[in-house]
Each structure stands twice: as structure tokens, then as C-alpha cells.
């Protein structure tokens, strides 16, 4: 073969190139954002037994039959603040609603810190404390905070949003709870 | 150093890496729990970290995913059914070790395919180096050079 | 003002960079040493303009002067003056004008050096690429990545201050600039190699040229490696020092492809072979290092999509684009008169040895390169994406560090061109036997895991091989010399500093691959909950919590706990792993207390200290051998200093003519590296 070298020298640019381009074309597309992030989405959703600051026990099985949004969170995540506003807007709303519940649990916080938090911002919905939040966290498959999901009244997990919440996420949250009755 | 005593040290030292070879090779003592959650936990990534395996983080994720792994491990389950119940929840990026089949298998049979081919090129051109004639003198090149050797008539 | 005047110092590099390659150009084409002259004239005109630009960035730090922007980021009031100074480097428009001012520095010197043979095409040529590079840098930065941009509107009060991992740990001020020390010398070896192609003089002119520069910069982007580590080890508080991260893998790259280099250039010099190979492996250690400073800027590898958050990108994937085609362009146009006709004579031979050496190497440098890029590839091509981590780069760099460090131990005793099996044998067999012994020793005291016993065996093998080859040459030193052995040992290595600088390296890498045998078998992990006064122990150590402190500056407030340590008895003292708050941060940043022994470190964190009833949490860690990493790179840079050193007996290379033909036979004589300046 004349010159091996030069087809050589071709066949590494060839794959330069290749490479190349296919990052390129790859860049732009950002799959992201959008609600369907969970590996949990479709699945049923895992049994967990928390209990709140006064006592009360807060049992999913008790739940069923209801839309129920859970919010994971803590005291020292900085977008979990920022989603406060976003949470407080939609209980105030929907305080009445019986079919649906929202549940707030700690993901690696101390119970203190996230009792003070409660009181200081005011979360009025349903927050638990740190016994099992650990195991939940763990069984919902949590990658950070804030990270929140809404279970179907038939138990299954029907959305998923990894950060903050914001208005309109949070209605498509609850419209997908509802839907899939 | 005579030829048969340096053969003797070799052979010596061949043995002794028999030896070296059976007592690493020997079964030892089963691995405790902890070890076996640690095993396990080093191919997990941990979620709150950069690339940081699930062993070696120190969060509280990371902390209770191996107690998790105690926990079913108690349970009875297999290696196996371990990664596949952490795959189905977090997903294949949980693995920080590439499953061998699908795509994962060629980041591990790439790298192996270019040192062998490599190896099987510098081990061809080396054989082909050394076969490649050396130049012997021919008896015309003898009668050449005894015909510039011989002194030439002076004028 | 300030701002105005780093634009100013950009500008300036910017234009002069441009002037000076259409002089350089137009000087060499056309044989014209007065543009020649004058555009190595620009060259430090470059250097000024980038020296102004680093001055105004640091005169604008140190007085907070925060209506521009960078300053705003990554600076506060309350920042202490060395991370001040060091904001420099904080980000990425900053550590672009770093490797901005550092590029003109080698070129300068370069044009320096290189000043009486200026009408040399090769120097030509070669300054002209350089100059282009850095033109793309200047460009860059007035372009895409201004550091000087002024923020919008009123200039806030206080600025945000740098990430706290950048303001923890006085490392910060020497690991990023070593490490680019190291990066942007591969440009000088880079531009010769490319000057090498065009001119058509690929024999070994361009590697003589070169020698020095590509063994300071191999020499820093070691130390700056080495530096990562420490980092890793005592600042971010995992206990580790190695995570096989993107970013640490970008650094590594280069490093690897530049090591094989160093040892295939002995080839090229004295067989006159592997021309094309060592051209190729200059450009991709380039081509690497490009890549390993954006890759850890622009964080492009955890996920492709921060890639098309800023301009950033395209820029890096032009030029990387830009420099793998004409690197492979002028290798194709050159293809058929590269070929050199050298051959090895024997598979037994340092040349042969060298080869392998190189073959490992690329190995190495593929497994790194496939295992950093593959989730971006399987995301691309399939959607979702995989992790490669730590378990798979270590799997599969285990075998071949392992070859290499065997490689290591036979290749001083191997002679150049060709040897008799006999011959070798005589030379190894000690040494054999001391790696031999060691294994069994291993196995017997400490462990039975088998990367462990095989890395102790060929690192004593390997120690014992470079000691018989310098005690040999000592010994025949102080015989024919007739003085005492501290004298002869000194000229030996006086004698061929390259050679015994080469060993000493070779020293430090045996020292760091013991380190790393040891992590893999050995190595405790626990966490304990302690009250006030409370002990535990751990892998032989008690430890027992004393007391909490905290501590507030503007910077940060910390919490820490003083432990105090004893072993066997005997008291070792306090330790006090801490936790800080920075005030632009979400989390504590943990600060990790390291006692540092011979044979273990005993490795203590804070894990928290938030417990209602007065309970700490302590992280205790028992490592092994981790302090022979730091030795090993101490060794290592002591060695290239040591090789970098002038020959005693100088010989004069001559330089070729000229415009003239092409040097394509081996350097006659031994390269002794004697340049004259």
C-alpha cells in the first residue's frame, strides 16, 4: 500500500471529525427540564411512615385515595427557599381541597434545624420530621433538594420535578395526579 | 557466573514465584459483612457528590444507602439483585463501573483491543526488523576489494 | 481605569500577536531578516501587553474594585490578600489571561533563546505558530471571555467572593499556576514540531531544540499533578487523593502522552526512527492540554449541556478542530518523505524496551481518554446516560502501570542496540530476587491482595535495579578515578546528569506506585459518635474528643473539635478537623486534620457537630503509605532538575544550515544537551 501513512493520518481525522460533529450536533438539545425525570415515574409508589412535630403519624397507605405531593427538602438549600413562596401560594389555595395533601420531608437535615425552619417560614402543610425520612428519601430515589413528586389516589407515581417548583410545574403536578385516577 | 549456576538462580526464583502465585491465589477467609457492604458500596455513586462511590462518601445519602446494602444484604439478596434494585431506581449513571453489556461494553473491550493490536504491531515489526537480512560479503565483493588493495603501479 | 487598562494590555497582546505573524511570515518567506526582527520584536511586546493586563486584574482585586465584573464574582472585602491574589486564577476569564501571560513568557524566552539563528526558517516557523496560538488566546479573551467586562449599571458593594474550595487551603496558590506552567510549555516543543513539518527537516534538530523546554514544562505539570492531589487529600476532606474525575483525568492526559514522549525522543536520537510517531505525540499532548483546561472550566463533561451555556465552547471545539487538522494535514502532506529508514536490531534492547514503554503509554492515555469522554458519548448516541468511575480506571490502568513499572526495573539494565540474553540475566538476577523476596514478605505480613504483593515485588525489583546501575557506575568511577565514593557519585551523575536525573525520577514514580499498591489492600473507615471526653478506637489509634471551638472571621466561621491522638500508650497529640461556613455558600466546607506518619496516616474529619445532645460525629480514617505520594513527587522534580542540568563535558551541536536539506540520519554522537545559553 503507497503511503499507509497518509491513510493513517486520514483515518485519525476521520475520527476527530466524527467525534466532533457529534458533539456539536448533540449541544444544542437540553432534555433537562421537563417533569419525566425519575426512573420512578410509572412505578407505585414506596410506603413510608413519618412522623410530624406534634406526634401524628403520617402513614402513605393512610393516604390513598388522595393526589399526594411530596416535597423533599431542607433548611440550608438555597433553592428550597427559593420554592417557599411557590408552596405557601399553592397550600393557601388548595387548603381546603381534601383530595389533595401535601407532605414535606427532610432530605440530610437535623430535626431541629428543620422544626425552627417550619416555624420561622410558616409551613403550615404537613412536615415531617428526620425519623424515616432517611429511608424515604433513599426509597423515592432522591438526587438532590429540592425534589418533589406527585402520587396518584391509586399509589402510583405520576410526576416528578428535581428543583424548585414553580407555579406552573406545580399545577402540572397536580393535573397529573388527578388524571391518572 | 557460570551457565549452571545462573540457570540454578533463575530456577530458584522460578519457584519461589510458584510460591508467590499459590499464596495469593489461596481461598481465603470469607469477607466479612462490613466488607461485603463496602465492596459493594465502592461501585455505587453517591448522588450528592461529584463521582464519589457511596464507600467513600461521607453524607447522609451515602450513609444510609449502606445501610441499605447491610439490609438487604441480611435480606438475602445476590450482588446482583443489589445493582439491579439501585439501576431500577436511579438508573444506569448509578453504576460507577459500566455494565459490560450494551454500549458499556466498549469502554472495556476498546482499550484492550488497541494494547493487543498494539502489541501484535510492535511484535511484527520487531520479528521483521530482525529478520531483514544482514548484509554478508559475497565473493565478488571480496575480489573488489583485493583489487583496490593491491598496489597500484607508479608511473 | 482599570478596567480600561487591562483592555488596553489585551488589545495590545492582540494586535501585537497579529503584526507580529504577518512580519514573522513575510520575513521568512521571503528571506528578510529586518521583518524578522522586528517580529520577534512583537513578541515581547506581546508579553508587555499581557504583563499590563495581569496587572491591572490584580491592582483591581487588591482594591475590590468591584464594577468589573470577574472582581464581583470572585472576590469579596472580606476575601484574605493570598486568595485575593490568587482570584486571578479563580476562573475561567481569569486563568485564560494566565495562560495568556505564561505563553508569552515561553515565547519571549523562546525568541530569546533562539535570537542569532532567527534566520533559521525552523525558528521561523516556529515562532509564528506560537505566536498563533497565542493569538487565539488574545482573541479569546477579547472576544468571548473578557475578564475585564465592567458589570451592568452600579458596581455592587461587596462581591460574592471565591467558591470556597478556591479560599480554604494556601495550595490554591501554587497548584493552578504549576499546573499551567506545565500545560503551556507544551506549546514551545509543539510549535518546533509543527515548524518541523512545514520546513520538511524532521530529523532530530527540532527534538535537540526543544529538550529543555519539554522537560520543564513535563517537570511542572508533574509537580502540578502531584500539587491536585495534595489538594484532594488534605482540602477537600474525602481521604482520597485520586477520584479518576473528569477534570483530574483532563490534567492526567497530557502528562501521559508527554512522559512517552520524553522516552521515544531517545529513540528518534539515536536511531533516527519513531519521527513520525513523536511528531504525533507532540501535537496530541497539545491538542490535550487544550482540552484539559477548558474541560475544567466549562464542565462540558458533566453534562454536554453546560457546554451551550456560554460561547465558551464552540471556541474551544474550533481551535481544538483547528490544531488536530493541520497537525494531521501536514502529517498526511508530508507522509511520503517521513518514513525514516531506521530499524531496532534486537528485541532485547533499550530501543525495543522503549518501544513498549511507549506502547503502554498509549494504552494508558486511551483507557483515560475513552473511560473521561464515554458518558458524553453513550448520552450523545443512545440518550441516557452511564457513569464510568473509579472502579473501572482502576481495573484497567492496574495491568498496565504494572507492566510499566516492570518495564522500569529492566530498562536501565538493558544496553542500546542489542544484548545477550546472559548478559541480562547477570544484571537482573539480584534485583529479581530482591522483588522476589519482598513479594513473599508482603504476603506473609501484610496482605494477601495480589495488586498489592505484585506492586511492592516490582517496585523493589525496580529500586534495586537503578541501585546496582549506579552503584556499578560509581564503583567504576571511583576506580578509575581514585577518590572516595561521595566524589565519585558526584561526578558520575555530573557526567550524565540526563541519565541519573532519568533514574531519580524513575525513584519518585516507584515511591508514589508503592503508595498506590498500598491503598488497594489496606485502609479503615469509620464513623463514631463522640461526647465531650468520650474515646474510640480505630485501627489502633484512641481517639478522644476534647472540646468544640468555634472561631469567626469575615471570611468564614468555623467549628472545630480538638481530638486528642494516642497509640500503643504513647500520646501524639491534637487534631482538630474542622467545619466552615463561608458566606456565599449553602454548605459547610469541611477541613480535614491529617496525621501524617511514615507508614500510615491517620485521617480525621468532622462529619457534624449538629447534634441536640452534644454529640459530634468524627470521621476516622487509617491510610496507608499515602506520605510517599508527596516523596515520590519531590523525587520526581528533584530528578528533572537534575536532568536538566548541562552536561560536564560540553560539546558543541552544530546548527544546521539554514533553508538547507533535510537532516534525516541519526544525531551523530551522543546528544549531550549542550546548548549554548
Redesign the interface.
Known sequence: MK?P??WV??A??AV??I??V???????????ADLNTS??LGKSAPDFSLARFDGTKVRLADLAGKTVIVNFWNS???PCREELPVLQQWYREHRTDDSVVMLGIP??D????IRDAARADQMEWAVANDQGA??A???Y????QPESFVISPRGRIVGSVLGPLTPGTMDQMVQAGQQNA | MTTSARRLAWLGLGIIVIGIVVGIAWPSAAESRSEHVRRLALEFRCVDCEGLSVAESATASAAEQRRDIGIRLDRGESDEQIRAAYVESFGENVLLRPASNGIGLLVWALPIAVVLLGGVGVFVALRRWSRQPRLVATDADDALVAELRTPVDDD | MRATLGILGIAIGLGASAVGIVLLVRGVLRHDAGALRAGRACIFVVLAGALVAVAAMEWALLTHDFSIKYVAENNARSTPTLFTITGLWAALEGSILLWAVILAGYLAFTAHRFRRRLTDPMVGWALIVGLTVALFFFLFMAVAANPFTVVQGIAPLDGRGPNPLLQNHPLMAFHPPMLYLGYVGFTIPFSFAMAALITGRFGEGWLADTRRTTLVAWGFLTVGIILGAWWSYEVLGWGGYWGWDPVENASLLPWITGTAFIHSVMVQERRGMLRVWNLSLVIATFALTILGTFLTRSGIITSVHAFSQSSIGPWLLSFLFIVMATGIGLIAWRADTLHAPGRIDSPVSREAAFLANNLLFAGLAFVVLLGTVFPLLAEAIRGSTLSVGAPYFDRMTAPLGLLLLFLMALAPALPWRATSGEVLQNRLLVPAYVGATTMVFTLIVWTRDWSTVVGFGLAAFAVAAITRVTFVAVRARRRADATGWGRALSRTVAGNPRRYGGLVVHTGVVAIAVALAASGSFGIKREVRLTQGQSATVGGYTVTYERMRTDATAQKSSVSVDLAIVRDGERLGTYAPAISSYRNANQGIGTPSVRTGVFEDLYLTLVSSRSGRGRVTVGIQVQSMTVWIWIGGGLMALGTVIALAPHVRRRRVVPPAPGGLASDGPASGELVGSERS
Open positions: 503511503h501513512l497518509r493520518a486520514l485519525v481525522g476527530v471529525a467525534f466532533a457529534i458533539l456539536a450536533v448533540n449541544v444544542g438539545t437540553d432534555p433537562r426512573r420512578l440550608w438549600c438555597r432530605r440530610d437535623s430535626s431541629r434545624a432517611k429511608s428519601t433513599l426509597a430515589a432522591t438526587r438532590g
